[in-house]
């Protein structure tokens, strides 16, 4: 995948494996292992690529964990959003909010907390994720322009380090200014209730989609037979039976989740629920206006969900864990309205902040980082509303930028029947942690229990085809200038560090690794 015209490129520090940090889900102290690096900048397609090697981040940590070691593998997992179908557990949870919505009131039975809801999320499952930033100073990450007049003496050295590349450091600056620009905008918000849509703005968001008229001219000649029918004695009963057998069929018909996520609420409904997609990174005015409310809501459910001390969840942790993001704000022209990169969806009920969606919106996915909410509306089961919110919200940017089809819900943890919940958003794959090809869940199970970890894909032969061939070719960023790897190694002095850039380029893949700066002091 190219990167983006204008895109400044990917810059990372690469940490290797560690000896091991306390597992968040089975408790050992030492047996949750995993690589990281810290990403000071990341490309969309090189963090789209990155997860879909088994990588994922906590703020602007990028970590993957060591499969066949780490005590608790954890495997990626994805629904093929547009093939969803809400589950009966699903629609129950759907129909629930729009009850409260509607009666402002729950029964016994509907205020009971979701087991979805209560469980362990990805990134609070290890307590490595909120590594400090390293020391590096940031003149060391500054790119130098480009001196077109500059001689190289040595004829070799000319010819052997033709791919040296000293990039435009002011275009960087200016591509910053324009994510920032396009920061400020006003992005999705989409309200359940009482709207009217704006004009110019296209299709009203709290209505469930247009159907085409072909259809809508067929029920309504359904209609018409049937009511002949009645007033037509002489219509033969086959005829009645198979016009009948069509009514029932027709209403039988599934609900799909945008007939509950955009129902449209009576005049008097009760309360009025709203979802506002907010940029986090970089922070947007709508973001920074309502950083201290969405904060507190945050703090809340750590200490009360997560039983954290008053201390712990600060307002700087909150940060560094949940609004910091490498991913680099791009909004070409063929991809959604609100653009990729980092995002928050907050959850305003009658003008207050009840929850909040991070999420990472990329060319092929909306991938779920975590989610908060305030504890006094657990019983609206917001963990589970969220997630089809969110696939509801995929199949949305799916019409503007079709290659985005995916929900991406961060790790499947088969060891921790907590953790299980995410195989019931279905058609759902699971990432083969050595080919890297995505496998149905089904087919999964049987193998996950007999082990822990296992090589999904059934083919003996198969490798990974983005494994690194070329190590030469991997992108270094070594005094402020760009080059390729063999250039590097001719240049610097001090211990070979071959086998530390080997298994870097190994983990990320030969793309990803001819893209990405890889930086070296």
């Known amino acids: ?268 409904a009760v309360h009025q629920l709203e979802v506002r997609l907010v940029r986090s990174s970089p922070p947007s005015s709508q973001f920074k206006a309502t950083f201290q409310e969405s904060y507190q809501v945050y703090k809340r459910y750590q200490m009360v969900i997560h039983k954290d001390p008053p201390d712990k969840p600060t307002a700087s942790q909150f940060t560094r864990f949940l609004c910091d993001s490498p991913l680099e704000a791009e909004n070409p022209p063929n991809g959604p309205d609100c653009g990729y990169g980092s995002f928050h969806q907050q959850y305003w009920l009658d003008g207050k902040i009840i929850a909040v969606g991070v999420i990472d919106i990329l060319p092929k996915c909306v991938s779920s980082v975590y989610l908060y909410y305030d504890p006094d509306c657990s019983s609206l089961s917001l963990g589970v509303y969220s997630a089809l919110r969110e696939i509801a919200f995929t199949r949305q940017l799916h019409e503007k930028a079709p290659d985005l089809s995916y929900y991406y819900m961060g790790f499947y943890i088969y060891s921790c029947p907590k953790m299980r919940y995410k195989g019931q958003y279905r058609p759902s794959e699971l990432l083969c942690p050595e080919t890297y090809v995505w496998v149905p869940v089904e087919q999964c199970l049987p193998s996950l229990e007999r082990s822990k970890y296992c090589r999904f894909n059934q083919d003996v032969k198969a490798e990974d085809e983005g494994n690194v061939k070329e190590l030469d070719r991997v992108r270094i960023l070594h005094k402020r200038t760009a080059m390729h790897y063999g250039v590097y190694k001719r240049r610097r002095k001090g211990p070979n560090d071959e086998e530390s850039v080997r298994q870097y380029a190994t983990l990320v893949g030969q793309a990803c690794s001819e893209r990405m700066l890889l930086f070296r002091s």
Not at 71 to 90: D, G, N, V
Request: with cysteine.
């Open 1 to 268: 995948m190219a990167m983006m015209a204008g895109s400044s490129p990917s810059i990372v520090e690469y940490f290797g494996g560690d000896d091991g940090y306390r597992c968040g889900y089975c408790k050992n102290d030492t047996g949750n292992l995993s690589h990281g690096m810290w990403a000071h900048s990341l490309t969309v397609e090189d963090y789209q690529d990155l997860i879909d090697r088994g990588w994922r981040r906590s703020g602007k940590y990028v970590y993957k964990p060591t499969m066949n070691q780490t005590c608790c593998p954890q495997y990626t997992i994805r629904c093929r959003a547009l093939h969803f179908q809400p589950s009966k557990s699903h629609k129950k949870v759907l129909k629930k909010m729009l009850k409260f919505l509607t009666q402002g009131e729950l029964s016994k039975v509907d205020s009971e907390v979701d087991p979805m809801d209560s469980n362990t999320k990805d990134a609070y499952g290890c307590s490595f994720l909120l590594k400090d930033k390293p020391e590096t100073s940031q003149s060391e990450l500054e790119l130098l322009s480009i001196d077109h007049t500059e001689k190289v003496e040595n004829e070799e050295e000319e010819k052997g380090e033709g791919n040296v590349k000293k990039v435009d450091a002011e275009h960087t600056e200016s591509c910053s200014e324009r994510a920032h620009d396009n920061s400020s905008k006003p992005l999705q918000s989409v309200k359940v209730g009482r709207t009217t849509p704006r004009p110019g703005k296209g299709a009203d968001l709290s209505k469930p989609p247009c159907r085409k008229a072909k259809e809508i001219r067929k029920e309504h000649k359904l209609q018409r037979s049937l009511q002949n029918s009645t007033q037509n004695p002489g219509l033969r009963p086959e005829d009645q039976n198979l016009l009948g057998q069509s009514a029932k069929a027709k209403t039988n018909q599934p609900k799909s989740i945008e007939d509950f996520v955009f129902a449209t609420l009576p005049p008097d």
